[in-house]
């Protein structure tokens, strides 16, 4: 039982370029996340799903897609990556009702 | 929208002396209120919780009140020891129709001196 495994740990992209981050999970949850992370802010909700073939807005979504085509993947996908978004991003996996969020490693990315 | 606001964002306390962090929260709806440490370089785990029902919570050290009417609710840390320095997030679950949605708060960093 792995439970939710995120990669990479560390990426640099340049201005403009696009890239997917990856994260699986086996602990078969309905709901999970992606979150941000930057000093001073928390934890922000970028987007979210609550089952297979749903997924929703969160508090940043902009310049961000994600799809939940499994219940185990949800991967997150910057299209055109911008200075702006460098930082760290968290996905979770998230319990029945939401009692307690495990978290992936996290990945730590630069936008140059 | 909905917000939790947290304070304060560092804390520094004598190995030994208590630590009190405290949130407040928008959302009426909100009716779970966990809270996360994130130690340096790691991802966040869930340390306690509180339920909209219930007003304390104690898990040995560490308890955690709740106050709905003011929307407020507190982390407290008695007898803290150097291994309790970390980040620490308060969080707010609100339950709609599409399932629930979580916010953090912005983090509190908690550092204990030996």
């Known amino acids: 039982n792995a439970g939710v495994t995120q990669t990479p740990k560390f990426q640099v992209l340049k201005t403009g370029q696009s890239m997917t981050l990856q994260c699986a999970q086996d602990m078969n949850h309905e709901y999970m996340s992606w979150y941000r992370q930057d000093p001073g802010m928390g934890l922000r909700l970028i987007h979210y799903?609550?089952?297979?073939?749903?997924?929703d807005q969160g508090e940043v979504p902009n310049g961000y897609n994600v799809s939940r085509s499994t219940t185990e993947d949800f991967p997150l996908r910057l299209l055109s990556a911008a200075p702006s978004q460098t930082s760290v991003y968290f996905c979770?996996?998230?319990?029945?009702?939401?009692?307690?969020?495990?978290f992936g490693q996290g990945t730590r990315l630069t936008v140059v | 929208g909905e917000n939790v606001e947290q304070h304060p964002s560092t804390l520094s306390v004598q190995e030994g002396d208590s630590a009190v962090i405290k949130c407040t929260y928008s959302d009426s709806a909100s009716n779970y209120f966990p809270w996360y440490k994130q130690e340096l370089g790691k991802r966040p785990q869930l340390i306690i919780d509180?339920?909209?029902?219930?007003g304390e919570k104690k898990d040995q050290r560490i308890a955690v009140t709740l106050n709905k009417t003011a929307k407020h609710f507190s982390l407290h840390i008695t007898e803290t020891q150097p291994e309790d320095s970390a980040v620490y997030f308060c969080?707010?679950?609100?339950?709609?129709?599409?399932?629930?949605?979580?916010?953090f708060g912005a983090g509190t960093r908690l550092f204990v001196k030996a």
């Open positions: 979770a996996s998230i319990t029945w009702d939401g009692s307690e969020a495990f």
């Open positions: 969080a707010a679950t609100s339950t709609n129709t599409g399932g629930f949605k979580t916010i």
């Open positions: 799903s609550v089952g297979a073939g749903i997924t």
């Open positions: 509180i339920r909209s029902n219930v």
